[in-house]
C-alpha cells in the first residue's frame, strides 16, 4: 500500500494514459510486435500437428481450387466463409502450393484487425489497453491452435473461427463503446462507418454466425443511440460497396453464397440450436455476473457524475455481448473460450477510466477503480492470449528441433510440409492419419489417367494439390455432418459436377448417409478400393441425367 500512496500518479499514467505520446510508443511497439511475429511465422511454416491435422488440407484444398480457375459457391458447395481460402492463396502466392501457405497468409492478415484495433481504441481508450487488445487480435489470426483447446493441441483446425474472433473484438469496440469528445465530429462518423461496413463484409468471409452475430450488435448500437444517422448510412453504403468489389473480384454469385449459407442455417433444427445454446450458456453464465457488477459500479459512478437515470444501458451492453460470444460458442463446434467477453470486460473498464472521482475522494480511491478495471480486462484477456503464446513457443522449439514426421507418399509432394508430430497426447490419431494418408495417395497413384477429373468427397482433401491435380468442377470442400444432413445438402448433380472419377472414404462421413437411395442410384463403377476408400467412376452423361431428375428442392 505504501507503494501505491507513493507512486499514485505514476501507476494511474500507467493505466490511463491516453495523450499522443504514449498512443505513439503503443504504436511502434505494436508494429515491433507484428514485424517479429510475422517472420518467426514466415520462417516457421507448418506446425508440427498434434491436434487435428485432418482439417488442415481443407484450406489448402479451397485455395487450390480457386488457384485453378474455380469460383466458391459456384463450383463447389462450401458452407463457411471464404476469406481464410483466399488468404492462403494469398500464401500460396507468396511461397508456393504447400501447407505453409496458409501460415503465410496469416501473418500478412494479422496486420489488418489489429492495426484497425489500434486505429478504434486510439479513439476511444488507454495507450496500454489499446496495445494489448491489438496485440491480442494478432495473436488470434496466426497462432495454429483450435480456440477451446490446450497450447499444444497445434493444427489449423477451425481458422475462420480465429478470424471472426478477430475482426468481432474490433466491431464489438467500435459500436458500443462512444469515442472520445475529441474525436466525436461528423468527420469521424464517416470513416467509422465505413469500417464498420469493412468488419461486416469481413465477418462475412469468415462464416454466417459471426455476421449474424455483428448485424446484432449493430442493430444493439442503433438502439441504444451509439451510431448516428450518419455513421449507420457510412456502414450500409460502405459496407455494400465493399461486398459488391469482393464479389466482382472473386466472381462469387451473391445468390449461390446465400444459398450455401441457407443448406448449412438447414442442417440442424431450431430446437437442437436452442439446446446447445442453453448448454453453453449455462456453462459460461458464472461470467456473467462478474461483469455485471462492474457493469452496475459503472452505471452508479455515472449516475452520480452526470446524473444520468439511464442505469440499464450498461449491463445492456454486457448482457448483448455476453449473449452474442454465447451464440458464437455454440455454433462453433467449439469446446470452450469465449473470446469476446474481453470486449465487453474493456467497454467496462473504459467507461470507469473516464469517470472522475468525487472531490472529496482520497487520490487512492480512483486508483483503485482504474486498477480493478484492468484487472478485470487481464482477467478475460490474459488466458487466451497466454495460451497462444505458449503454443507460440511450443511450435518454434518443435520446428527448431525438427521434432516432426511425414507421411511417407507426401515427401515429393507440395505438402512436403504437411507436419505431424510423432508423440503427444495423440499418438494413435496422428498415426492413423498418416495411414490414411499413404493409402489415398497410393489409391491414387495407381489408378491415375491423364484425362481423369477427380472429385474426392472427402472431410477435407489433401490429393488434389499433392498429386498436382486440376480439380473436377462440382464437389464440396467438406463433407461433414455439420454442413450437410438428409434433410438440407447440395443437389446431387452439383456435386457431381463434371467429375469423371469419385474419390470417398468408407467410413464416415460419407456422402451416402446425406443422399441415401439417391446416391445408390448412380450406379457408380468401383474402379478400386482399399481399407478406408473407394474409388469410383462415374457414368458418361450420368451430370445431365441428374438435372432432368434433381428433386424439387434441392439447391443448385
Known amino acids: ?65 480457386i488457384r485453378n480457375g474455380q469460383v466458391p459457391h459456384r463450383d463447389f458447395y462450401n458452407f463457411t466463409g471464404d476469406l481464410p481460402f483466399y488468404t492462403t492463396l494469398l500464401g500460396m502466392r507468396l511461397g508456393g502450393p504447400c501447407l505453409s501457405a496458409i501460415d503465410y497468409g496469416n501473418a500478412v492478415l494479422m496486420a489488418v ?83 464498420t461496413g469493412f468488419l461486416l463484409v469481413a465477418l462475412l468471409g469468415c462464416k454466417v454466425n459471426y455476421f449474424i452475430v455483428g448485424v446484432l450488435f449493430f442493430g444493439a448500437a442503433i438502439f441504444l443511440r451509439r451510431i448516428s444517422p450518419v455513421r449507420a448510412f457510412a456502414c450500409v453504403a460502405g459496407g455494400g460497396a465493399i461486398l459488391a468489389t469482393a464479389l466482382l473480384l472473386t466472381g462469387i454469385p451473391l445468390s449461390s453464397l446465400c444459398g450455401d449459407f441457407r443448406i448449412v442455417g438447414a442442417c440442424q433444427s431450431p430446437a437442437e440450436k ?181 472429385n474426392a468427397l472427402l472431410f477435407a482433401n489433401p490429393f488434389h494439390i499433392a498429386l498436382g491435380l486440376s480439380p473436377a468442377n462440382g464437389g464440396m470442400l467438406c463433407v461433414a455432418g455439420n454442413g450437410m444432413s438428409r434433410g438440407s445438402h447440395p443437389s446431387l448433380d452439383r456435386v457431381v459436377g463434371n467429375a469423371t472419377h469419385i474419390l470417398v472414404r468408407r467410413a464416415d462421413p460419407n456422402p451416402h448417409d446425406a443422399y441415401g437411395a439417391e446416391w445408390d442410384s448412380m450406379n457408380l463403377e468401383l474402379v478400386a478400393e482399399t481399407k478406408r476408400f473407394a474409388l469410383y467412376k462415374v457414368p458418361q452423361g450420368l451430370a445431365d441425367r441428374l438435372k432432368k431428375v434433381a428433386p424439387e428442392g434441392a439447391s443448385r
Open 274 to 454: 436452442m439446446r446447445v445454446f442453453a448448454i453453453q450458456g449455462m456453462k459460461s453464465l458464472p461470467l456473467l455476473p462478474l461483469l455485471l457488477l462492474f457493469a452496475w459500479e459503472a452505471a452508479q459512478g455515472e449516475r452520480l457524475q452526470k446524473g444520468r437515470p439511464r442505469l440499464w444501458v450498461h449491463p445492456f451492453v454486457v448482457t448483448t455481448i455476453f449473449a452474442g460470444g454465447v451464440l458464437l460458442l455454440s455454433s462453433n463446434a467449439q469446446a470452450g473460450e469465449i473470446c469476446l467477453l474481453a470486449s465487453a470486460a474493456l467497454y467496462i473498464a473504459e467507461i470507469i477510466r473516464r469517470q472522475t472521482p468525487p472531490p472529496d475522494a482520497s487520490p487512492m480511491f480512483g486508483l483503485a477503480r482504474n486498477v480493478s478495471a484492468l484487472l478485470l480486462v487481464l482477467f478475460f484477456l490474459l488466458p487466451t492470449l497466454v495460451t497462444d503464446l505458449k503454443t507460440m513457443r511450443h511450435v518454434t522449439f518443435a520446428t527448431i528441433q525438427h521434432h516432426w514426421v511425414v507421411a511417407r507418399t507426401l515427401e515429393s509432394t507440395p505438402l512436403r510440409d504437411f507436419r505431424l508430430a510423432p508423440d503427444g497426447s495423440r499418438q494413435e490419431e496422428i498415426a492413423e492419419y498418416r495411414a490414411e494418408l499413404d493409402e489415398g495417395m497410393q489409391l491414387l497413384r495407381d489408378q491415375l489417367q491423364p484425362d481423369m477429373r477427380l
Open 113 to 195: 484487425p489489429s492495426l484497425a484495433a489500434l486505429w478504434v481504441l486510439r479513439r476511444r481508450t488507454s495507450a496500454l489497453l489499446a496495445f494489448l487488445f491489438s496485440l491480442f487480435t494478432a495473436l488470434l489470426v496466426v497462432t495454429p491452435r483450435p480456440l477451446g483447446s490446450p497450447y499444444d493441441f497445434t493444427d489449423h483446425a477451425m481458422l475462420y473461427n480465429r478470424f471472426g474472433e478477430a475482426f468481432i473484438l474490433v466491431l464489438a469496440a467500435l459500436v458500443f463503446l462512444p469515442p472520445r469528445q475529441a474525436f466525436d465530429n461528423r468527420r469521424s462518423d464517416w470513416a467509422e462507418g465505413a469500417l
Open 1 to 65: 500500500m505504501y507503494l501505491a500512496r507513493k507512486y499514485h500518479r505514476q501507476l494511474s499514467q500507467l493505466i490511463c494514459s491516453d495523450d499522443p505520446r504514449a498512443f505513439l510508443l503503443a504504436a511502434g511497439l505494436l508494429l515491433g510486435c507484428l514485424a517479429a511475429i510475422g517472420l518467426l511465422v514466415v520462417k516457421l511454416g507448418s506446425p508440427p500437428m498434434n491436434g487435428c491435422p485432418w482439417d488442415s488440407p481443407f484450406l489448402v484444398d479451397g485455395a487450390w481450387r
